[in-house]
């Protein structure tokens, strides 16, 4: 059986003919209140993402995400493989907050605060706008020949494009290994860094091909956030939709004409200008309603505003609305649903605040060395061999360190270290002895209680297990 016309966009996405052939969208410029919101909100968030790596707080980058070493940074608070609970649960938080705002405000992150949006709209494509002009423009400039016109236009686009790309991968770059080791790069050239500056240009490369040519193709096929969209949003959402009753009506959707009663004449309000269309940057008809390809950019708002105003009927046609409000009138309401998500968000950053406040800023590891039994000393000496790791997760260094017995009488004796200390966001490791005596023991696995002292101050304590004589078992 044939879908009617007016369902095949059901079948397939807005990108793609009807070959199976990428089919280019030439967005036309959007232009109004909601897209001045936008842009205000995307540059500060682009100078939010071009400044973060390189702002400091207590010493520490503000965002770091070094997976080579396993050290991130998150908002000042350095995270060590030792911390990976918690930067998970950081993680956990963010996307909890994301399926929150989605099922009340559906897609509204991709299209205000996702970098590939930002980038996309308020970065490249003001750059085509710049260079080759509205849609007009550039769909004539693409089926024109290639001449010096052409080529002047297309190779200074692309140059500019190459050159946003190699920054974006630069900050990428000072994401991953930090800021400081990015300026260390930069001061000694690409000559004495080959194989990180060829990494760069392959980041570069990546970028350059999703903004230059894979474009929406990103949120439409490689993204999978939009396909959340079936399971999380409901009829109580708040998505950008076009209001059908409104717009239909009895009598259908029809082209203006000066001094008609559209009232009287039955028919609906959306005069069937196809500005929603053409200012779409994925390509689709918001008339159709929710759709995969939507990024809630609110491009179509802004031009199906204007043409109502310019036709003198009232603006909203396209608005933020649920599907409820439209079809019964029914208000947006913060039901149960959205009170669980907010409860299990309030849980959770509950607990990684407390977490992060009881976190200590260095921390001790003392474990017997694998496979070491007990050594039998003089004097009724009990002696075990361990090794120990100290991180400092501060940004100062940390001297004069050395070990106490808590919990026992006893001694602790490091291994080719006199003077013990830990460089600031290192650690430090190495092997100890630890000596009980016998008539100490009171079973053949006592847990030991031991202090790190910097000087007189006591930084950090931790336990470990010290094996001693089966025959003082269960004295």
């Not at 970028?207 to 894979?214: D, H, I, L, S």
């Not at 239909?248 to 001094?259: D, S, V, Y």
Request: aromatic share 14%; glycine share 8%.
């Amino acid at each position: 059986m044939e879908t009617p016309d007016n369902e095949t966009f059901r079948d397939s996405i807005g990108t793609i003919n009807e070959e199976g052939k990428r089919s280019w969208v030439y967005p036309k410029k959007p232009d109004g209140k909601y897209y001045d919101y936008r842009k205000i909100v995307s540059y500060v968030l682009l100078i939010f993402l071009i400044s973060a790596p390189f702002i400091k707080i207590n010493g520490n980058q503000f965002l770091m995400f070094n997976v080579l070493e396993r050290r991130f940074n998150i908002f000042g608070f350095p995270f060590w493989p030792q911390d990976f609970h918690l930067f998970v649960l950081s993680m956990i938080i963010g996307v909890v907050f994301i399926l929150f705002f989605t099922v009340a405000f559906g897609r509204i992150f991709c299209g205000w605060i996702c970098p590939q949006t930002i980038f996309m709209e308020m970065v490249f494509r003001r750059v085509e706008y710049w260079i080759e002009g509205d849609r007009g423009k550039q769909m004539r400039l693409d089926k024109q020949k290639w001449d010096a016109q052409k080529i002047r236009k297309k190779v200074s686009k692309w140059f500019i494009f190459f050159l946003i790309s190699f920054l974006i991968a630069n900050v990428f770059l000072a994401y991953l290994i930090g800021s400081d080791q990015l300026m260390r790069y930069v001061i000694e050239g690409p000559g004495a860094n080959l194989n990180t500056f060829i990494s760069l240009l392959i980041f570069t490369g990546v970028f350059y091909f999703v903004f230059a040519w894979f474009r929406e193709q990103v949120c439409v096929i490689a993204c999978p956030y939009g396909r959340l969209q079936g399971v999380l949003l409901d009829k109580k959402s708040i998505v950008v939709a076009y209001d059908y009753k409104r717009g239909e009506k009895e009598k259908g959707r029809a082209k203006f004409k000066k001094n008609e009663d559209r009232e009287a004449s039955g028919k609906g309000d959306c005069i069937d200008c196809f500005q929603c269309v053409q200012v779409c940057p994925t390509g689709i008809d918001i008339r159709n309603g929710t759709q995969l390809e939507c990024v809630n950019c609110t491009a179509c708002m802004d031009a199906c505003d204007h043409m109502m105003e310019k036709v003198g009927l009232p603006k909203g046609l396209i608005r933020y609305a649920s599907e409820e409000n439209i079809a019964e009138k029914k208000p947006f309401k913060f039901n149960a649903r959205l009170k669980g998500y907010s409860a299990v968000l309030f849980i959770l950053i509950g607990v990684l605040v407390g977490m992060l406040f009881l976190r200590n800023d260095v921390e001790a590891r003392i474990l017997r060395l694998p496979g070491q039994l007990y050594e039998r000393k003089d004097n009724n000496i009990i002696s075990n061999v361990y090794t120990y790791k100290l991180v400092n997760k501060t940004t100062r260094n940390i001297e004069d360190i050395h070990f106490k017995l808590l919990s026992h009488d006893g001694t602790i004796e490091l291994v080719s270290v006199k003077d013990l200390d830990v460089p600031k966001q290192e650690l430090s490791e190495g092997t100890l002895f630890i000596e009980l005596n016998e008539g100490a023991l009171k079973s053949d696995h006592e847990r030991l209680k031991i202090g790190i002292y910097s000087g007189d101050q006591l930084i950090e304590t931790t336990k470990t297990s010290f094996l001693g004589p089966r025959s003082f078992s269960g004295r």
